[in-house]
């Protein structure tokens, strides 16, 4: 059974800095991807970024690119999201979320989610 632990969220003021952390428990992660979906209210959950565990090729949402840096590590079984220059469209609920064998790609694909982590950017 797979566990994801998300911490990190809060409130920051637009142009600020926050840092998810995502610590994952119960597998041995080669095989996996890893990522962070995000779901504003009234809005369908989207894939913000992933990373593939064994050899960190990483993937963004392309509102993020060059703001967002999605890392791992190995050792602690943590992934990270570090989130700059974030803006108010960059609130939301922020998940942890963990595929076998196949890129993270949509929600319905997904079976192991974390609780989430509300990030709010002020204006």
């Known amino acids: 059974q797979v566990q994801l632990v998300e911490s990190g969220g809060g409130l920051v003021q637009a142009g600020g800095s926050l840092r998810l952390s995502c610590a994952a428990s119960?597998?041995?992660?080669?095989?996996?991807?890893m990522g962070w979906f995000r779901q504003a209210p009234g809005k369908e959950r989207e894939l913000v970024a992933r990373i593939r565990w064994s050899v960190g090729s990483t993937y963004y949402l392309d509102s993020v690119k060059g703001r967002f840096t999605i890392s791992r590590d190995v050792a602690k079984n943590t992934v990270y999201l570090q989130m700059n220059s974030l803006i108010p469209e960059d609130t939301a609920v922020y998940y942890c979320?963990?595929?076998?064998?196949?890129?993270?790609?949509?929600?319905?694909?997904?079976?192991?989610w974390g609780q989430g982590t509300q990030v709010t950017v002020s204006s």
């Open positions: 979320a963990a595929r076998r064998y196949f890129d993270l790609v949509t929600p319905r694909d997904i079976a192991d």
């Open positions: 119960g597998r041995t992660f080669n095989n996996y991807s």
